[in-house]
């Protein structure tokens, strides 16, 4: 089992950046596959980006391609989500998502295990 802990989260202008980061626990961080997901007020929670256990691939929601990226440090037990040219759309609470199975943590119903969530809020 794995737990997760949001972090970073806060508000922020248009066009401006943040980067979320998820601690994880336990000593197998490095065999999961991780996503980040979020939340609008009213609104199912959508996939957002996710990495596979190695680092090596990485996968974007259409909507953040080229804005947000995500990233692994295996050695510190964190995936990190850098968010630049922030919109107010981009307003929700995000999840850090943890699985063995990347599909699972890459597509809309997310993995097994799920963090308490980080809230980003973007101002125009």
């Known amino acids: 089992q794995v737990q997760l802990v949001e972090s970073g989260g806060g508000l922020v202008q248009a066009g401006g950046s943040l980067r979320l980061s998820c601690a994880t626990s336990?000593?197998?961080?490095?065999?999961?596959?991780m996503g980040w997901f979020r939340q609008a007020p009213g609104k199912e929670r959508e996939f957002v980006a996710a990495?596979?256990?190695?680092?090596?691939?990485?996968y974007y929601a259409d909507s953040v391609k080229g804005r947000f990226t995500v990233s692994r440090d295996n050695a510190k037990n964190t995936v990190y989500l850098q968010m630049n040219s922030l919109k107010p759309e981009d307003t929700a609470v995000y999840y850090c998502?943890?699985?063995?199975?990347?599909?699972?943590?890459?597509?809309?119903?997310?993995?097994?295990?799920w963090g308490q969530g980080t809230q980003v809020t973007v101002s125009s």
């Open positions: 336990g000593r197998t961080f490095s065999s999961y596959h």
């Open positions: 998502n943890a699985d063995f199975a990347l599909r699972r943590v890459s597509t809309k119903g997310g993995g097994d295990y």
């Open positions: 990495i596979d256990w190695s680092g090596g691939s990485t």
